[in-house]
């Protein structure tokens, strides 16, 4: 009988992941709570792999706000946004696409999904740094992207408004 070796899946990434790159960020998350220095090299590799899977970004973003270094998180989400639009069609900042929302299904595939879950980190992120008045503004512009909550903007509505009180 063959010996058979699997690589314990910490995370569930997309299904469409490439496996090369699911396999990194496995071996990320499996060691960041003891090496931070390798996980983001992981990560990084990882996204080096494949710099257009969204999945990537999102690894890479949520690493940097559980190391509470929010500079790079959000330069991650910026980065993640712009090539969710890149890859969607759509324009990258999301008061654009306010303006003209008949024109785009934000809820039309997993590319446009992340966009507006990617906006939330962004909208958390500002209010993690203390910056109420940029979260409130991309919160604000969010609601109206994402009417359904499918992104779960109401939970950061929520922490928003208890901060304000």
């Given at each position: 009988?063959?010996?058979?070796?699997?690589?314990?899946?910490?995370?569930?990434?997309?299904?469409?992941?490439?496996?090369?790159v699911n396999?990194?960020?496995?071996?990320?998350?499996?060691?960041?709570?003891?090496?931070?220095?390798?996980?983001?090299?992981?990560?990084?590799?990882?996204?080096?792999?494949?710099?257009?899977?969204?999945q990537?970004?999102?690894?890479?973003?949520?690493?940097?706000?559980f190391?509470k270094?929010?500079?790079?998180?959000?330069?991650?989400?910026?980065?993640?946004?712009?090539?969710?639009?890149?890859?969607g069609?759509?324009?990258?900042?999301?008061?654009?696409?306010?303006?003209?929302?008949?024109?785009?299904?934000?809820?039309?595939?997993?590319?446009?999904l992340?966009?507006?879950?990617?906006l939330?980190?962004?909208?958390?992120?500002?209010?993690?740094?203390?910056?109420?008045a940029?979260?409130?503004?991309?919160?604000?512009?969010?609601?109206?992207?994402?009417?359904?909550?499918?992104?779960?903007?109401?939970?950061?509505?929520?922490?928003?408004a208890?901060?304000?009180?």
């Open positions: 009988m063959a010996a058979v070796s699997f690589v314990e899946e910490r995370v569930m990434f997309s299904p469409h992941l490439p496996t090369d396999n990194l960020l496995q071996a990320a998350v499996a060691v960041s709570s003891v090496d931070q220095n390798k996980a983001e090299a992981l990560f990084i590799q990882a996204q080096s792999l494949d710099v257009h899977c969204l990537t970004y999102f690894a890479l973003y949520k690493f940097y706000f190391q270094r929010l500079v790079d998180a959000e330069r991650i989400v910026i980065s993640g946004l712009e090539e969710a639009a890149r890859q069609g759509f324009p990258s900042d999301y008061r654009r696409l306010v303006l003209n929302l008949k024109k785009w299904n934000l809820y039309a595939n997993e590319i446009t992340f966009y507006l879950y990617t939330k980190a962004l909208a958390f992120i500002k209010l993690r740094q203390g910056d109420e940029s979260a409130q503004l991309v919160l604000s512009h969010l609601q109206q992207l994402d009417p359904e909550d499918l992104s779960g903007v109401s939970v950061i509505l929520d922490l928003a208890g901060v304000n009180e």
